[in-house]
């Protein structure tokens, strides 16, 4: 049996970033995800916002690798050819009182050294977005703020340190972790590893995960959040993400500009404590459109091409932070919980800062030879026309087009499903290239990618999976 | 080179154009179509009622194409199979389409005209929001019919059907057929939105029960559909929460209408009508772009494909006389509108008042007993019939004597008008 120097148990961007880093050292890694793609639990269900870090209470680790991250990220998302765009946030004050939040707001992101933070009027805002409702009367502005693809994050991170030398493995839940003399062994459903160090990032399993080694230490309370996508032929490009002036617990409903040119609305927040609740509301999806329409007057019911549900997974005794610490019990047993909003954008400097947890245990060796790049799937409907001339003429599946929505060419999809770590499943391949996530939804291309991935992964068309196993979209021949 | 004519799309429309085209000494002309046959959404219908209009015969939807799709083979027409096109310029006197081919690569094809032919999309669950989980299991019932009648795969056993359009009760026959069980089909109106004769034979004729003022409240089962809640609406689509009923299920189909597919029109700068959401035609079914016309469900959704036919050969008509400069060009333009009860009318503008022209349009609800009126803005009455039934289902065509244009004043409007 091989033994590893760390196992990294969850593959969101938590995990991912943390094998990234650890992908750099002269160290033995895998990655175990327990569904049969990554990015597949709580990164997915995200809107994309890479918060500036305003309003993460100061002087917490949120805040720290928030702000922290914010510089990291346009060389980052270069280095890793993740869509990123910087792009201010606008949060909206329709009334004194809220301006009174804006202040409390500007106060904590000064204090969290968040920069270039201001309150604006009216007129500047209306300059910057236009199509805002005339009626707000000031913003708080963050210039660092920015958008990205978290999912992209996911893979681009376990692709490059699969490049690096990393391991990582799908379909792997860990059912049990035993204490060993050499460190701990890693039970999941069909194997066992053997591992040094274990680093948890198991997003909403995080407690179940922790408790493997050290029961009732933590707890985790998932809050749901339902998010709506408009069609990106909506016709409004947003020059700011806008945020309406936040409850207790949730930024609001926000309207976020993905990075593909479609608007996210979102997220509600409800805790649920259900782990597997995915479901959304009509009241929910109601509230989603309403407020958002109250910042964007101008949003139409018809452009709604999807309602979805993420799950944030929440630390019940840490007072709403990030939870990064080796277990007080467990030497070398690395947690990283807790990890919501701003996971995302924090997600570079959490994976710097679990190995630098690591590092004051141990030394650790550079690689010599470590790549920090990694190059992104084509983006054949973003090319001009001499690029898609060439490309064609070096491979003709960029010919194919199979998505017509966001015109994803058969290229994509195999390029999708042939690099390490690449997709193996209907969303798998919907999240790397964006075929089905149009306003048709997979209705034209879906039964193709069922063919596309057979043939590729060498298996019946029934046994093609849409995301976990039980997920087949046929069920036999006729 | 430059074409006389280019198709968007070689479905019924498209193909309809271009033996028509060919008719009318149109040569230089090709078809584009990005899937790997000719024939569009007509290869997956596998069931008969085809041609009862145009060829007084009932064949399937395969047959109908193949009238087509030999003559087009018989008098060598141009087509490209596995060609999506991109975009389309308006560059004046020559448009140029955008193609991604998978034969010929990428291509910059110039063209005097243009018939946009590309049909149309479903609209999915997403579109109407119906809550609950994400699973696998959850089909448009076009993409179940592709499964099925192309692909032979079986996609589940025990279905419900959201919607009772012609596509959800054609669906729920089949797969009657091959042999899942059809629970039910719910249907939010109070009346089907399909043809009645679909409802007789795919519902009746199978016992499968059509529920009306019914929909979905909720899809459960994270993995694959384990159920979904039914419920009854009231009369302003409310859930009555008293009549909620879980229903176990593997597989929902939603078919809850089409939408043209119009995102190379709009690209183009084709104007679209919030009615239709198709382009915006004169009665030669051209677009507000010279050069550039439209047929068949792109233009607005039909219940028949005959229909898509004729319309298609008018526009084939009307490009064969853009091409020969013999085109009816008048200054003058007639606005066609409707009342409240009439959701909407093609062509949407008259330019000239020398043809006869056939208006279609379709009512918002069933009536009965209820004359159709046209009459422009002083109540001149152009049009005055009586019809027995009236449905949304049905596409109701109306036609206007050239002649009675002559002396109209200002626009037309088309309203109902219960009779007594």
Redesign the interface.
């Known amino acids: 049996m091989k033994k590893y120097d760390v196992i990294v148990i969850g593959g969101g961007v938590t995990g991912a970033n943390a094998l990234r880093e650890l992908s750099k050292y002269e160290l033995d890694v895998l990655l175990l995800e327990s569904n049969a793609d990554f990015g597949a639990g709580v990164t997915k269900g995200n809107g994309g916002a890479v918060h500036s870090g305003y309003d993460a209470t100061k002087g917490s680790l949120k805040a720290k690798l928030n702000v922290e991250a914010v510089e990291m990220w346009p060389e980052y998302a270069k280095d890793l050819d993740i869509p990123y765009e910087r792009l201010p946030s606008m949060t909206l004050a329709f009334n004194e009182e809220e301006r009174e939040t804006l202040e409390e707001l500007l106060e904590n992101g000064k204090a969290n050294n968040v920069p270039d933070l201001r309150i604006i009027e009216k007129d500047e805002i209306l300059e910057i977005e236009p199509t805002v409702n005339p009626d707000v009367k000031y913003a708080l502005i963050a210039p660092s703020s920015g958008i990205t693809e978290p999912y992209i994050v996911a893979y681009a991170c376990i692709e490059n340190a699969i490049k690096n030398g990393a391991e990582a493995k799908a379909s792997q839940k860990v059912i049990d972790i035993k204490k060993i003399e050499s460190g701990y062994k890693v039970i999941t459903s069909d194997s066992e590893y053997e591992t040094k160090m274990v680093v948890n990032a198991a997003g909403v399993y995080g407690d179940v995960i922790a408790d493997m080694v050290n029961p009732g230490k933590y707890s985790i309370t998932e809050r749901h959040g339902s998010l709506m996508i408009l069609d990106n ?1 909506q016709g409004l490009e947003l020059k700011a993400t806008l945020f309406p002036v936040p409850s207790k617990h949730s930024k609001g409903m926000a309207a976020i500009p993905a990075c593909a040119g479609n608007i996210i609305l979102g997220s509600t927040a409800e805790v649920m404590n259900d782990k ?1 609740n ?5 009241d ?2 109601e509230l989603l459109f309403t407020s958002a329409s109250k910042l964007l007057p101008r949003l139409r019911r ?1 452009d ?5 549900t993420g799950l944030r997974p929440v630390e019940v005794n840490s007072d709403n932070d990030f939870v990064i610490e080796e277990d007080i019990d467990n030497k070398d047993f690395y947690n990283a919980i807790g990890i919501q909003s701003p996971g995302i954008a924090a997600s570079p400097a959490v994976g710097a800062y679990v190995v630098e947890l690591i590092k004051e245990n141990h030394d650790l060796k550079a690689k010599e030879n470590y790549d920090k790049t990694r190059k992104g799937i084509v983006d054949f409907s973003e090319l001009d ?1 001499e690029q ?2 060439d490309l ?2 070096l491979d ?1 599946a ?4 199979v998505c ?2 966001e ?1 994803v ?1 058969e290229g994509e999809i195999l390029d999708s499903i042939r690099r390490p770590g690449g997709a193996t499943t209907i969303d798998g391949v919907k999240r790397r290239t964006r075929a089905g996530m149009g ?6 291309c ?2 193709r990618i069922v ?1 596309i991935l057979s043939n590729e992964l060498g298996k019946k ?2 046994e093609i ?14 | 080179m430059i074409y006389d004519l280019l198709i968007i799309g070689g479905g019924p429309a498209g193909l309809s154009v271009a033996k028509k085209a060919y008719e009318t000494g149109i040569k230089n002309m090709l078809v584009l179509e ?1 899937d790997d046959e000719l024939g569009g959404i007509l290869n997956q219908c596998i069931h008969n009622g085809f041609g009862i209009e145009k060829f007084n015969k009932e064949l399937t939807g395969p047959e109908y194409a193949s009238l087509y799709i030999e003559d087009i083979e018989e008098k060598g027409i141009n087509y490209l199979l ?1 060609s ?1 096109v ?1 975009n389309i310029r308006d560059e004046g006197e020559y448009k140029v389409v ?1 193609v ?3 034969e ?3 291509l ?1 094809l110039k063209t005097k005209t243009v018939v946009l032919a590309m049909g149309s ?2 609209r ?4 109407i ?1 119906t ?6 299991g959850v089909f ?1 019932a ?2 179940a019919q ?3 009648n ?8 025990k279905v419900v059907i959201l919607g009772s359009g012609d596509i959800g009760l054609i669906m729920a026959r089949r797969m009657t057929l ?1 042999g899942a069980e059809v629970l039910r089909v719910v249907e939010i109106e109070p009346y089907s939105n399909g043809l009645s004769r679909n409802v007789m034979q795919c519902l009746k004729d199978f016992d499968i029960p059509l529920q009306l003022s019914h929909t979905i ?4 089962g ?3 559909v384990e159920s979904v809640v039914i419920a009854e609406v009231d009369e302003n689509k409310n859930v009555i929460e008293s009549t909620k009923e879980e229903v176990e299920c ?1 597989t929902v189909l939603f078919s809850v209408g089409l939408i043209p597919e119009n ?1 190379l029109s ?1 690209n183009l700068g084709v104007e679209i009508d919030n009615r239709t959401q198709g382009p915006k035609v004169n009665e030669k079914l051209e677009t507000n772009i010279p050069g550039v016309f439209a047929c068949g469900n792109v233009l607005h959704i039909h219940d028949v494909v005959d229909y898509v036919s004729d319309e298609a050969e008018q526009a084939a008509d009307q490009v064969h006389k853009y091409l020969t400069d013999t085109q009816d060009i008048c200054k003058r333009q007639i606005v066609l509108e409707n009342s409240d009860d009439i959701s909407y009318i093609v062509p949407q503008t008259i330019e000239c008042k020398h043809s006869d022209i056939e208006l279609k349009f379709r009512v918002r609800k069933p009536a009965s007993n209820v004359r159709i009126i046209l009459e422009d803005s002083e109540g001149n009455v152009l049009v005055n019939r009586k019809k027995w039934a009236v449905s949304p289902s049905e596409m109701e065509k109306v036609m206007i004597k050239g002649k009675m244009l002559e002396d109209i004043k200002g626009n037309l409007t088309l309203r109902l008008k219960a009779e007594e």
């Open positions: 032929a597997e995915h479901a959304f509301t009509r929910q999806s018809k709604i091409i999807r309602v979805f026309t898609k001339r064609i003429e003709p960029y010919a194919h087009v017509r929505c015109t060419t306003r048709c939804q997979g209705g034209f879906e039964s063919t068309p029934e999976l849409k995301e976990n196993a039980g997920s087949e979209i046929i069920i036999g021949e006729e | 990005r596995g999506m991109l955008e991604a081919s998978k010929k690569g990428y910059e999309r479903e999915t669950r997403m579109m929001q809550p609950g989980t994400r699973p696998a448009n076009g993409l592709k499964y099925v192309i692909d032979g795969y079986m996609v589940g056993k091959v409240t909720e899809i459960k994270n993995d694959r593997d995102e709009t």
